[in-house]
DNA sequence: TTTTAAACGAGACGGTACGTCGCGTCTTTAT
DNA sequence: ATAAAGACGCGACGTACCGTCTCGTTTAAAA
């Protein structure tokens, strides 16, 4: 359902596509999620209930579709890719950056997070997500550093996803948990003790 | 609530209090986060709902003092703090193996994550899950890192929270999103990569 | 409600309706008025609480609609009016024997006593219940009273209205304060009383 | 319990029941019956609950006795009986004239409307106010009815108890179900149509 | 073109759970 | 010893949404 569909089963609606999923990215960003009701995003789109339940087949659905959309031709980051100057730890620290001011930016940020709500909640809808959202992401930054092993920048040897996840993982699980302020300062440090290594005495 | 006020404003059923936290998590358990209706553990508690709305403000309140109590006397580790066997890159290693055999147990499991949920949804309970959960195994993940600074395993110069963060986080957040297995084959390679440092060619 | 409206705003389920109404008067047939909770008619009837709150306004409302449906065609006496024999005391006097075997009757006693309770509390469910049930009772009888008048039986000058309620309210007020039992003894005697007139000594 | 208690059964403040009392007939007068719970009446006389429930069996048996409390050495009417000024016609109209002004006062008219729905569903309740209030005044209409009888201004023969109904209780009806204004001028005529007789054409 | 089948808006329906109020009982604290 | 205070198990309140199910009404394809 959520999968491509290019041949559509019958005559679909794109008005009210479109309307619920900008009805939900605003209501999700007014209320937040468990608030945001199925009834409510119908009723704010100007749309039977039943036409949300025809083609979505959740609540959570409906997000991570709302969420695509929203970010159409580009997700977060550039379509293109992440930028290559040629100095990896400066690029990192700018996409580094350039994360956190998404996730400081209420507009962003509750959207994604509603999604995420609905992401632990619900198996299934993890694995769309994973598929859809993750991965291409992820592919990016493995590419980026991929140059920087060819620009001998990064050791051939080192495990891109273990690179991968020690500099972003603790950027999301901070804003996730709210356990920290997302601060230029942070993931400066943070780039910084993951690619220049831990100096041990002696080294 | 756990915290001080030692003259409670008048008697309260102690018996109450178990008997709901003890159905909080056993039901959080069976049917997960959502399907877990305050009216539900009432019922199971054999406890009228007044009783858990007079005492706690929301169904994640319970569930945060639900999992603090399970875990009485130790959070998830040991209490007297995590394992000093002189060997950092081994213990690091243990502990976090010890990480994943709770997350994937479900009895730990899911009652964590319905936890996380209600965190992710409600500012107020992450600061109260921050204070009271996080916080404390933090110091304790820190206190084992200082150890190794004193033996010098580890330059005193270094972030405690950044090696924090990029140990635990990347583990988190995979266990909390599915995007991947929680393996031991996976923690090892992050405490190696961490640890050791990421080598550059000719370093 | 019953009255005109025949564009209904949209389609109402007359299987829910009937379902209801039959079961308020059952359910307050058994156990009272005050015990007979919204919940409880709507699961007698199998139908959600919300389709009761959707058509009516309070149990009350409900209770007028269910007394009027229960005795549909036919208010307590006959519909055609009330009997004429050409004998007005004897025709009152049956009348008021036919009352005093109804509010003696728990399958009639129950529910009207309900409905009074209801009316009593509720001003706006009081003017409902004259003008739907109590006004068309004293036009029979009112018409009953003129019929004798035009017979002869009756001073054409006597105020009708009187007349109607010094020989029912006797009744309706023992009933409903049980302030002594419902006989044809008692009714006997008062028709008796009122339409014979008080004499006076030497009159 | 509810019965006259002169010999009071244990040490009970006078206090506590004076205060819980007023505070039933203040409440019932503001709110009504239906909403005057009796922890409202408990919370507003500055008294614990149990302090009613050991007293009384029912928030019925509180209003009786609130409203027998309130009305102190004079029932309606004058203590010592009903006014004689040896015309009976002249006197019982003002007697049905100052029960309605009584009925027309808020004071007085909301008290006695949340009795009357406290008797209405409690027959136990019923014989106690029948007995309590109902009788006496009852006695007290009568005797003036006998007195008049001695004066030769109504039959020996009539039956006063009859007389006693149709003259009241179109008035209390009228009051209760809210069929009709309550005026001078209905029981003025209601009088007229009792006292008088009625008259037949010829006669 | 006309037909016709679907998708659509609207919203009623049987339900579940919400968070609150009040019941009548029971226990604790402070006179 | 009695009263205030109020926690307790319980049941009902009236509301919000759930997901399913008709209803007419568009509307755009096939006939």
Chains 1, 2, 3, 4 share one sequence.
Not at 56 to 67: C, P, T
Request: charged letters at 25%.
């Amino acid at each position: 359902m959520l999968c491509s569909m290019p041949p559509r089963s019958t005559r679909r609606s794109d008005a009210a596509r479109t309307a619920i999923l900008t009805a939900a990215v605003e209501l999700v960003g007014e209320v937040g999620y468990s608030k945001s009701s199925i009834e409510a995003i119908a009723t704010r789109a100007g749309v039977g209930k039943q036409t949300i339940y025809r083609w979505w087949s959740s609540k959570g659905s409906v997000l991570l579709d709302a969420y695509l959309n929203a970010n159409v031709g580009g997700e977060p980051e550039d379509p293109q890719g992440l930028p290559n100057t040629g100095d990896l730890v400066a690029d990192m620290r700018a996409v580094l950056r350039a994360t956190v001011d998404e996730l400081n930016d209420p507009r962003f940020e509750r959207p994604l997070r509603a999604l995420t709500v609905a992401v632990l909640e619900d198996e299934s809808l993890a694995a769309e997500y994973s598929r859809r959202l993750d991965e291409p992401m992820r592919q990016m930054k493995k590419e980026r550093l991929r140059a920087a092993q060819r620009q001998g920048q990064l050791s051939p040897d080192v495990d891109l996803d273990a690179v991968v996840d020690t500099l972003f993982a603790p950027v999301a699980q901070r804003w996730l948990l709210r356990s920290g302020p997302l601060t230029y300062e942070y993931t400066d440090h943070l780039v910084e003790t993951v690619l220049t290594g831990l100096p041990r005495p002696g080294s």
